[in-house]
């Protein structure tokens, strides 16, 4: 019953959260904390724990090619929104990121791809947390 409660309501509320923040401290705080995994991290939690460390690792492989994609739909939406409606501009994000999944789908990044890039982005050594993040793990039920 725990995991349900936190598959349904753990994304919603860091989506809640960064529009509150949004409004605190306006649309450049919002764009920064929308662009951390705050849909993605908690989905990836939770399918780890259903499903285990071995699926979740696939998982978050995806979701490094699904962010590619979603970094070319932010692209041309922005190129796009500078000269015309919202409607359009969604289309052709859109667009841009069904291309993208086409052509990186075929794509598995090695896991030492998705790790440099974990680390460049929270400036840890995924290495220092392994220890734990494997106890932490080794200590679920099932």
């Not at 086409?102 to 974990?118: E, H, I, T, W, Y």
Request: with cysteine.
């Amino acid at each position: 019953m725990t995991l349900l409660a936190a598959k349904i309501l753990l994304s919603p509320l860091c989506v809640v959260a960064v529009s509150l923040a949004g409004r605190r401290w306006g649309m450049a705080a919002a764009g920064v904390l929308g662009g951390l995994p705050v849909v993605a991290g908690p989905i990836l939690l939770v399918e780890t724990l259903l499903h285990g460390r071995g699926f979740g690792a696939e998982a978050a492989a995806g979701t490094l090619l699904g962010l590619a994609a979603l970094t070319a739909f932010v692209v041309v939406y922005g190129r796009v929104a500078a000269g015309a409606g919202p409607a359009l501009s969604v289309l052709c994000g859109w667009t841009a990121f069904l291309v993208g999944v086409a052509v990186l789908s075929p794509f598995r990044p090695p896991s030492v791809l998705s790790n440099a890039k974990l680390e460049n982005v929270f400036g840890v050594r995924l290495g220092d947390w392994r220890e734990a993040l494997d106890e932490a793990l080794d200590a679920l039920p099932g």
